[in-house]
Nanobody, 121 residues
Framework: QVQLVESGGGLVQAGGSLRLSCIAS??????VGWVRQAPGKEREFVAH????????YHAKSVKGRFAISRDNAENSVSLQMNSLKPGDTAVYSC??????????????WGWGKGTLVTVSS
């Protein structure tokens, strides 16, 4: 059984940066995605990365600011977040991709508990 644990969230001012990590234990994971959920809003796809490291996909709302990467030796996936905006405030979670559209959050399973990112203006 695989377990995902996220870390790296926190409070940051607008324009700042954070790096989130997703560590998998139990067995090696294949393709992984990050999603986020802001208070009172639906879950939103953020980024996806293939098990080989390529290709990677990012939501339009974060493209050019966020970058997903992975380290298979460490069985981990990271999300580098730059130029953060107050609208990026949310709980960020990682999960394992199954099949179908990589942009659909229902195509993922094994969600971690998430890590809170708060961006102040």
């Amino acid at each position: 059984q695989v377990q995902l644990v996220e870390s790296g969230g926190g409070l940051v001012q607008a324009g700042g940066s954070l790096r989130l990590s997703c560590i998998a234990s139990g067995r090696a994971v294949r393709s992984v995605g990050w999603v986020r959920q802001a208070p009172g809003k639906e879950r939103e796809f953020v980024a996806h990365i293939h098990w080989s490291g390529s290709p990677a996909y990012h939501a339009k709302s974060v493209k050019g600011r966020f970058a997903i990467s992975r380290d298979n030796a460490e069985n981990s996936v990271s999300l580098q977040m730059n130029s953060l905006k107050p609208g990026d405030t949310a709980v960020y979670s990682c999960a394992i991709y199954s099949s179908g559209s990589v942009y659909a959050d229902i195509r993922y399973w094994g969600w971690g508990k998430g890590t809170l990112v708060t961006v102040s203006s």
